[in-house]
């Protein structure tokens, strides 16, 4: 049709479908420079040590937060003091608050909810400056432990559908940014992409009457090629349609539907630190995003009906995604992902667990 | 359930649901900064005099490029020469290549498409330098016959179900960054973000009878608070669920399913260039993303079946996004959008027309 010119010798991208969200990532096959990619970390104000002082996470500033609404510390230590070692409290600028109710109504032909939910976070170590992977294996069980505690708690409450666990490192400004702690956001809505997989989730159960969760990890554990570790009881992989580079998803071996009903707490805690540790090692200490996707709250009444098939249907599982680049506006028009790293070749690297930019 | 504080004297945030996709977004109540908010362009490398000499998309340099696909250009001139108005051509880096076929397969339980499609680049003027707001009318209604040209091209081949037009401002850099220029990105497969309207607008029109996006419009015009601006065939607003700070879109009053249908190009060229005019003055000159949202081409075989509604159930417009900031790992996770500008404000903010940082 369009007169382009033909493109001699160049190897043809792949589109390639996800079949958990039902989205297509363009996978390119040229060869690309990755200390590119990777060399941009910049220094952050939080590296300056005034900035440490004055972190509310740290271990002895217990009284400038909130009220903690939960804590692993020391036998004999009481609340809202040291000797904690991961602590939860309220997030200090909630965009959903805990008191009210949802008033859903119409406003003309729309619809609106008040902003009902809640927003916390876990501080998971008292120490500045130390990420998740200079933990212990303990520690790191203890802070998945707490993750399960308060998923159990929130979801005793029927006004929210979804309660979604999520860590985002090197994103954060200001005196907590170097202070490891993650996010835990209940809504009265179920978020637009976590539909989106319950319900390819769902289709695909009706049509093979398997698990999709359940077929990547046997695909993936028979392929080999695209496994950057495993143990008895979990795989991480790079997917198959990685939406960017280096994505690496952490699923269990066994079908099982809520990440809190997840009771090896230690093997998880040994996979997820060990590819915290590469990505921070081989990727040269990049910023990323990590989201537990879990199966939404049964008790939220509306949902019981739609979702009666879910444990069979879904499949716990995290999502790890280093943030090295920004998105063009072709993919957030379109919900395509352009990714030039492909996934076999971003777990051979990650499996070698060699620094791409050597010092 | 979660013993956090109340949180006195504050209002409450709304959720409110995007009729077309379905999304929902957080719209904050509480009163920001909005100068802070816009303060953050900074000057880009291409502004630099010996960046705009090696522009090849400037006029003179027709011969660095590959041969243009289609011109609007002055009598007598000659393909590849100077004397055009707008010129399209073949992206330099297209991720998806013209030829072949799309060699649909699977592999192991995945699907796989070859990277066939196109990737054209529309030229919008031959002047460096030069944006959509500074064009008198007719050039800018040119620009907009040369999209409907080449949608209505490249929907003449089977392979293509859809084609994306879409515009991102700032957002590019090196030599061509301030050139003013367009994508056009055909592709084998929908979008997910536009199956995603595609789909609800249906189930709409479903339960409803009624096309949602007239619906939109019929509110809008009635409400008046969020309208932008409006003529006689065309209205901006600010939408219900705006999923970013004065997020605009433009609609036809008058249902139509295809952007390549409409003969209004002069109101329509209008109406764009007050829009992005207002958008730089009023926000500082914002970076921003412009999608085209049209219709899928029916002539795609396998989407015949499935769309036969679709003349009745879609509506073409067009959607604007400044980029005023990133987003959260929560609204990449979620995909809610946590928006500070309701869009009320920011409707009234771009009707006033007045900088919000004056000099």
Same mark, same amino acid.
């Given at each position: ?110 619809? %609106?909810?008040?902003?009902? @939910?809640?927003? #916390?976070? !876990? $501080?998971?170590?008292?120490? =500045?400056? &130390? /990420? ?84 990547? %990890?046997?695909?993936?554990? @028979?392929?080999? #090629?695209? !496994? $950057?570790?495993?143990?008895? =009881?979990? &795989? /991480? ?94 993919? !957030? ?27």
């Amino acid at each position: 049709v369009a007169n382009g010119e033909a493109i001699e010798g160049m190897p043809i991208n792949q589109l390639r479908r996800d079949p958990i969200t039902g989205g297509w990532s363009i996978i390119l096959q040229q060869q690309v420079d990755l200390s590119v990619l990777i060399a941009g970390r910049k220094a952050r104000e939080s590296d300056r040590p005034e900035n440490h002082t004055a972190c509310e996470y740290c271990s002895g500033h217990e009284a400038e937060t909130s009220p903690e609404i939960y804590a692993i510390r020391r036998d004999g230590t009481s609340a809202n003091s040291p000797g904690w070692e991961v602590r939860v409290l309220p997030y200090r600028s909630p965009v959903l608050q805990i008191y009210g109710d949802l008033n859903n109504r119409g406003m003309g032909m729309y619809d %609106v909810l008040d902003g009902i @939910g809640a927003h #916390e976070v !876990v $501080v998971e170590t008292p120490d =500045h400056g &130390v /990420a998740l992977p200079d933990l212990s294996l303990d520690r790191v069980a203890d802070i998945l432990f707490v993750y399960r505690e308060r998923l159990l708690d929130l979801k005793g409450d029927a006004r929210f559908r979804y309660i979604m666990v999520h860590k985002s490192y090197g994103e954060d400004s200001g005196p907590t940014a170097l202070h490891a702690y993650g996010h835990i956001v209940a809504t009265p809505i179920t978020p637009l992409r976590v539909k989106e997989e319950l319900i390819n989730a769902k289709d695909y159960y009706q049509y093979k009457e398997r698990c999709v969760f359940c077929d990547v %990890v046997r695909q993936e554990l @028979g392929d080999q #090629e695209r !496994v $950057v570790l495993e143990n008895e =009881h979990f &795989v /991480a992989i790079a997917p198959f349609a990685s939406r960017g580079p280096f994505e690496t998803w952490i699923l269990p071996k066994n079908h099982e539907t809520f990440f809190e009903a997840n009771t090896e707490l230690k093997p998880l805690a040994e996979i997820l630190r060990e590819v915290l540790t590469r990505i921070r090692n081989v990727l040269n200490d990049p910023h990323y995003v990590l989201v537990v996707h879990s199966g939404p709250n049964l008790r939220a009444g509306q949902l019981r009906g739609y979702w009666k098939t879910l444990e069979r249907d879904y499949h716990w599982h995290i999502e790890i995604t280093p943030r090295l680049r920004g998105y063009t506006s072709f993919e !957030v028009g379109s919900g395509f992902r352009i990714n030039m790293v492909p996934p076999e070749q971003a777990s051979r690297i990650l499996r070698r667990n060699r620094p791409l930019l050597e010092a």
